[in-house]
C-alpha cells in the first residue's frame, strides 16, 4: 500500500489496474476520458489498451475479450452509452466469462454534454448491476469489487460515477503493483449453445437473469457499501437515503449533534431491499437526496408499497429536491432544512457590479474560426442551412461567426442536413463534422446522402486530433493508445471511394483561397465534401504574433466584429492584439479591410 | 478542520499548476487533500475555479460557500464572481490584470478590472492587488503568475503550509530550467 493523490478518474483506473485487467478499450468523453488515459500512460506493456473509433465498437472489443476470460473494461460518458446500447443489451443475455466492467461517468448539469440521463435507469432497463462510488478512495476500491462480481455472477457490470467524482481529487490509499490480482487468460473456449444468441437462447437467459437479480438484491442488502448510519439510530423518525457525490454534500450538512438516519446506496440496481427494510423500520418520513433520475426514491415508495408501510417518500417527485440540474452542499442543505422544518439563513444581498459573462470560445488562433469564416463569407446573400456537430466546432455557433444552425449528438448534422434539404431545395446545405465525429459517426450518414441522392456540401473539419475531450489520436492520426505509429486512414480516401466526385482539400488560414474554394464546390449538384486541414492550436507551436499598425488602424473594428477572436480585444477603445493569446494564424490580416493587420515577430 | 483554498481564473491561466503545487506540498506534509478542478469545455475561456481542502473534516471535495480560508484570483471580475465562498474574515490575493472576454469586445464593452478591485475593497478586510503585468515584466516572464500569487498567499494567510513546502514541491514538479525562475517568483511579493 501506498498513498497517491489522485483525481477520480485515475483512481478508477488505478483500481481496473489493481483488478488485473488485461483490456481496456473506450471512446474520449468528458467527463470519463482520464480513466483510460491513465491505464495506458501507467501500463507496463501487460495490458491492451485502444481508444475505438466509438463506444460500440470499444464495448464489443471488451466483450470479445472477457468471452476470452480477460478481465475487461470499456470506459465511456453517459452518451457514449447510447451508442454502445446495441450490444450492451444483447451481451447481457450472452453474460462473460472473464469480469467485465462498462465505466460510464454521467455528467449532472450537465457541465460539458449534452443530456441530463442516468446510467442507473439504464442499469434497471438493460438489468446490469450497478456500482456508484462517493469519492475518490471508493472509486478505487469499488471498482476492484466491481470487476469480482462481474466474474462471480457471469455478467457485466456498470461502473458509473458523476463528474465530481470523476474529477475529484484526493490523496488515498492504492496497492502496490505486487498486491494486483493475477491470473492465467484460458482463451476463447467454442461453444455456440453459449456464444450465439437466439430466440430461445434468449428466452431461457432472461429467466435466469431475472432470478439471479432476485440473488443479487440479497447479496448487495449485506455488501457493506450499501450501509445507514448511525449504526443505532432507532430513535429517529426522519431519515435521508442517498448516493454518490450527493452523500458528501449530505454529510457536510450533518454532524453529531445533528444526525439523521441515513441510507447511502451504493447498488442502485439490484436494489438492497432488505437493507432498505432495515432503514425504513420506524421512520415516518424519508428525503431521498439524489442527481438525476429519482431511483432511489421510486424504489423506496415500490418498497413501502409492497411492505405496506407507512413511511412518507420525500424527493424530486415532491419537489423537495430539484429535478433538474447538478446538487450542491447549498441546495442539499436548504432541501434538509426543509425537510425539519427549519428555517435556512437568507443568502446575502447581491450587490456586486455585473460581472463579464464568459461563454467558451473557439481558442485564438483556431483553425475552426478560419474555416467558419470561409464558407460564411463565401455564401453570403444565400439561403443556407448550416447543420453543426459535437466537438469543439459546435462553439462555431458563437457570434459574430454565428455558423451552427442545429446540433444534436454526434454525427448527426450530415443526415439531419439532409432531411431538411429534402423539403427545401433551393437551401444550401451544409453540414460540419470533426475528424474524430467523422470517424465515429460521420461515415455512415454521408453513404446515405449518396445513396439517397442529397444535395449538400460536407465540410470535414480536420484539425489531427479530438480537441474537445483534451486531444485524444484516432484513426485519421496514424498513433495509438499503445504507442505504435500505424498507418493514417485517409478521410478523402474514404470520401472517394464512398463515390463521391467532388472532394477537395484545403487550408483553411489560407482564407482568401478557402473562401474561394468553398463558392465553387458549393455550386456543384449532389454529395461534395471540402476538408479544411489545419492542425488544433493546442497541439503545435504558434507560428508567430500579429500586430495592429496604428497608423493604418482606422477603429473600424472589423476584425473584432467578424471574427470573435479572443486575442483581439478593446484597449482604451481601440482594438488591440493580446500578444499573451495571438498565434499568428493570420486571418485578422485578410479580414482587415485596411491591410492594418501584419505578422510581428515571428517563432521560424 | 479543514483549510480551504480557491483557485479561479480564466481557461488557459494557468490555475491548474498552482492548485497541483498546493496538494502536492500537502501530500509531502502527510496532510490529507482533496480537490476539484473545472475541466471541460469551460477551459476554452470559461471561467474555471479549483477548491482544494487541505486537512481533516472534509466530505466534499467541493468547498461550501462561505468556508473558504482564501481566494487566489487570477483576474479580477473572477475574484468577485467567488466572493461568496470567502469566509469572513477571509483573506484574498487578487491579480489586477483582467481577461477580457469576447462577448465584451464585441459588445464595445471597455471592461478594464478596476471596478472590480475597487468593490472588492470595499468588501473585503484582508485584500492583497498583485499588479502582475509589473511583476512579470521584473522577474522577465509572463508564466509565473501562479506561482506569484501562490507565495503571496501564503505570506498573507495561514493555510498550513510554509513557503519551504511549496519550494519543494517546485522542485519535484516544475522542470528543473524553471526552478530559479519560479523561486524568485514565489518570494518576489516577501
Ligand atoms: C456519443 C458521444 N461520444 C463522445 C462524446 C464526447 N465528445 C464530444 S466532442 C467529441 C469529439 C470531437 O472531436 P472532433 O470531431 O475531432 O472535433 P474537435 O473537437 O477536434 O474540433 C467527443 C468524443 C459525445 N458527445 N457523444
Ligand atoms: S482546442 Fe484546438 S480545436 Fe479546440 S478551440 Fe482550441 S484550437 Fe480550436
Ligand atoms: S493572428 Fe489575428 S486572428 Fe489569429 S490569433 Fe492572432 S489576433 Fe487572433
Redesign the pocket.
Known sequence: MSKEFLMGNEAIALGAMAAGVKVVAGYPGTPSTEVLETIAKRNDGSIYVEWSINEKAGLEVAAGAAYAGARSLVTMKQVGLNVASDPLMCLEYIGVKGGMVVMVADDPGPISSQTEQDTRTQAFFSKLPLFDPSSVQEAYEMMIEAFDFSEKYGTPVFFRSTTRVCHGYASIDVKDPSEYHKYEVEGFVKDSSKWVIFPRLSLQNHAKIVERNITLSDVFSEYERNFIIPESSREHRKGIATHGISYCYTMENLDEGNMLRTFRVATPHPFPEKKALEFLEGLDEVLCIEELDPVIEKELIFICGKYNLKTKILGKMTGNIKTAGENSVESVGAAINVFLGKETGKAPENDAPALPVRPP?????????ASFYAVKEAMKGKKTLYCGDI???T?GNAKPLDMVDTCLCMGAGINIAQGIGHLEPDTNCFAFV?DSTFFASGITGVINAFYNQANMTLIV?D?S?T??TG?QPHPGTGKTMMGEIVSKVSIEKILRAIGLETVETVDPLKLNEAIAKVKEVAAKPGVKAIIFKSP????IKPTGKNIIDPEKCTNCKSCIKKLGCPAIILKDGRAAIDETLCTGCGICSDVCPFGAICGGESNE | MSKNIILCGVGGQGTVLASKLLSAASMAKGLPVKSAETIGMAQ?GGSVTSHIRIGEGAYSPLIPMGKADVIIAFEPAEAVRMLPYLKKDGVIIVNSRPVMPVTAALGGSDYNGTEMTEYLSKKVGSLTVVDSDKACEELGSSKIINVLLLGAAISRCDIGLLKEDIRSAIGRIVPEKFHSLNFRALDYLG
Not at chain 1, 488544433?536 to 497541439?539: L, W
Request: aromatic share 4%.
Open positions: 470560445v473557439l481558442c485564438a488562433g483556431c483553425p475552426h474560426r466537438g469543439c466546432y462553439l470533426g473539419l484539425n486530433t480537441a474537445m486531444h488544433c492550436v493546442a497541439i | 476554452r
